[in-house]
Structure formats: C-alpha cells, structure tokens
C-alpha cells in the first residue's frame, strides 16, 4: 500500500503564502504523476496542479501564476509553493499520487486526507 501525508495547511491573510508537503511512503517502486486538488464547503473536489515524473506541470487557471507544483523524487515528496492567496483559495487541499507497488503489475491512484487551509483577515 501507499500512504500520502499532506502537511502545511493553516490560516493566512490575503496576500499571504504557504507551503504544504505529501510525502509518501510504503512498498513504492515507482511513483508517475503527482497532483494537488482541493474541494471547498459545498463545492466538488477540483484539480489544483499535477507534475509528472519528469517535471512537466499543469494548473487550473484560478491558480496560474501563483501557485508552483515541484516535486522530490528522491524523497517521493510533492510540494505546493502557494502564493498571493485569496479567499476562494480556502479549501482542503488533498495530494493524489499514481504509484507503481511492489509485487504488483499494474499502479494505484492513492489520495491523502486532506490539509486544510484557510485565507481570511
């Protein structure tokens, strides 16, 4: 199995920044694309940012320019650099991974559970 672990989250004013890490860990041989997705109070989940395993990245355009998806393939780690934040940005924000495992012939999509961050004044 693989375990996702996101941490970072908290409460910032407008404007402000946050980091937030997923590290993951378990029977890993491989992991391929990483992401970061986030779902407000009565809203659906939605796509944050993804990064291959080559560092090709995309972003939702709510998001373009502000936030930085990069990712420690050593430590099997994925970072989000989240910066000039608005209040639409509160949300949960959960880290999804798509890994290659140990005696096993196809990936799993494993998802953490969730960090929450908070922009308000």
């Known amino acids: 199995q693989v375990q996702l672990v996101e941490s970072g989250g908290g409460l910032v004013q407008p404007g402000g920044s946050l980091r937030l890490s997923c590290a993951a860990s378990?029977?890993?041989?491989?992991?391929?694309?990483m992401g970061w997705y986030r779902q407000a109070p009565g809203k659906e989940r939605e796509l944050v940012a993804t990064i291959t395993r080559g560092g090709s990245t995309n972003y939702a355009d709510s998001v373009k320019g502000r936030f930085t998806v990069s990712r420690d393939n050593t430590k099997n780690t994925v970072y989000l650099q989240m910066n000039t934040l608005k209040p639409e940005d509160t949300a949960v924000y959960y880290c999804?991974?798509?890994?290659?495992?140990?005696?096993?012939?196809?990936?799993?999509?494993?998802w953490g559970q969730g960090t929450q961050v908070t922009v308000s004044s």
């Open positions: 999804n991974a798509n890994a290659m495992l140990r005696d096993s012939l196809r990936s799993y999509v494993t």
């Open positions: 378990g029977r890993i041989i491989r992991i391929n694309a």
